[in-house]
C-alpha cells in the first residue's frame, strides 16, 4: 500500500473511506499529475519512477491547513 497526498480546493466533496478513482495527467516532459475524479483534488508533480499505477484509492484521511485541504490517498502499487 501506498498513500499520496492531493490538494482540494473546496471541503465536503468528498468523505473519508470513499473509494475515488484517479486519472493520470502527462506531459512530453515525462512528468507526471493526477486528478481525484470528478476534479475534485489534484496531485503534485511525479517523476516517471514515481508514476502511480493504480487507478482507485481510498481516502484515508482530509487534513485541512491553512493552505487548503488535503485528501490522503491510499493505493495498491
Request: charged share 40%; proline share 1%; hydrophobic share 30%.
Amino acid at each position: 500500500m501506498r498513500q499520496e497526498r492531493f490538494k482540494m480546493e473546496r471541503e465536503g466533496l468528498v468523505e473519508e473511506g470513499q473509494e475515488v478513482e484517479i486519472s493520470e495527467r502527462s506531459a512530453v516532459t515525462g512528468q507526471y499529475t493526477y486528478l481525484v475524479e470528478p476534479s475534485v483534488a489534484m496531485s503534485g508533480i511525479y517523476r516517471t519512477s514515481e508514476r502511480i499505477k493504480s487507478r482507485k484509492g481510498v481516502i484515508r484521511r482530509i487534513e485541512r491547513t491553512e493552505k487548503g485541504f488535503y485528501l490522503i490517498v491510499e493505493v495498491e502499487e
